[in-house]
């Protein structure tokens, strides 16, 4: 299997019936700033980080890197979607199951419009046809109900759930459907 890294970066940007997920831009800094800060997105990840650090740290173009994209909804950046290759990352992992990671993050007005299932979806088709047979693997507490729901309606399947972080998690992959399968 071909590593996620080692895609040609960035794409043209991917077009969906409302989105576009492009790459990260300078004027895409206040948004992922006020992303990382929000109380609401941070509910299930340890918290929303503190605004003074994300202003020290975030780059003037943040989220330059391989499987990082800009959800833009008419011109303004609404949510992040990243495909990981988690090798280097910390936490409950499992490489025989999958070696890309899905993450998504959306700011609170643009929950309940249907925007992360078209994105995450757009995102999925462009690594299966990036990289066919790649697998993607989703983690997310199970209190966490609207990805609990979203990993259902994108075709994800359970692996296993475990305690982490003071809750359980849950796991699952998605496969891409081939011709052959």
């Known amino acids: 299997m071909t590593d996620p890294r080692a895609l040609s970066w960035p794409p043209a940007p991917i077009k969906t019936e409302r989105l576009v997920l492009r790459e990260s831009e300078a004027r895409d800094r206040p948004a992922v700033i006020e992303l990382n800060a929000s109380p609401e997105v941070g509910t299930y990840l340890g918290g929303p980080r503190p605004r003074a650090e994300l202003e020290r740290t975030v780059p003037e173009v943040p989220g330059q890197r391989p499987g990082f994209f800009v959800i833009d909804l008419d011109g303004a950046m609404i949510g992040t979607i990243m495909l990981d ?3 280097e990352r910390p936490g409950h992992l499992r490489p025989d ?3 890309t990671e899905l ?3 959306f700011l609170p007005q643009a929950w309940g419009h249907g925007y992360a299932t078209e994105a995450c979806a757009a995102a999925l088709d462009w690594l299966a046809d990036a990289l066919p047979g790649e697998a993607v693997v989703l983690r ?11 990993a259902a309606k994108l075709g994800f399947t359970e692996v296993e759930r475990y305690q982490d972080y003071g809750a359980e998690q849950w796991f699952g992959v998605w496969r891409s459907v081939t011709p052959s399968d």
């Open 103 to 105: 993450g998504y993050l």
């Open 97 to 99: 199951v999958g070696k």
């Open 140 to 150: 997310t507490q199970t209190a966490n109900k609207r990805s609990m729901r979203l």
């Open 85 to 87: 290759p988690h090798a």
